[in-house]
């Protein structure tokens, strides 16, 4: 892989702390934007109707930071215009209900900015050394909640 360095306008980061929707919307704003599309992922109660408890996110951060450049290199490419690029990803044990991934693009034309935001969480899911590990309860076979869990891949890649 490419090393890509990221620009100083643009935001990166994977953290054990909860991450903040209005610090990262507040990082992709700018004066010359018409639009900043943000989109958080939070962790859901239920998968394939499994009662999910939290999820478990661990990653290879120096590869993963890298992905998160080159996502921000390749928008600029597609879409000139975009002004600031963030990306912040959350490992660790997550709950239901806490946001796990946040992408938010800054950019003069909501059109582009939906499609640059669109771009980086699918891109990210696909190319991004970021596994989780669910945690969920089933029903045993006498009737009772079993807590199981396993490892599941992220990449959810829709190309």
């Not at 928008?75 to 946040?102: A, C, F, K, N, T």
């Not at 050394?129 to 890649?157: F, M, Q, T």
Request: hydrophobic share 40%; aromatic share 8%.
């Amino acid at each position: 892989m490419m090393t890509t360095k990221p620009r100083v306008e643009d935001s990166f980061g994977i953290t054990l702390a909860p991450l903040s929707v209005e610090e990262i919307y507040s990082q992709a704003d700018n004066p010359a934007n018409g639009a900043v599309v943000l989109m958080s992922g939070m962790v859901r109660n239920q998968t394939d109707g499994k009662s999910v408890l939290a999820l478990e996110y661990q990653v290879y951060e120096p590869m993963a930071l890298q992905v998160f450049y080159q996502i921000a290199d390749d928008i600029r490419h597609q879409w000139p215009d975009v002004s600031r690029v963030v990306i912040y990803h959350r490992i660790g044990r997550l709950l239901v209900g806490e946001i796990s991934v946040v992408v938010a693009i800054g950019c003069p034309h909501r059109g582009e900015a939906f499609a640059a935001c669109e771009y980086a969480i699918d891109t990210l899911k696909h190319n991004a050394p970021i596994w989780k590990k669910e945690h969920y309860r089933v029903l045993g076979e006498d009737g009772s909640l079993i807590a199981k869990s396993s490892w599941i891949s992220i990449k959810n890649c829709n190309h």
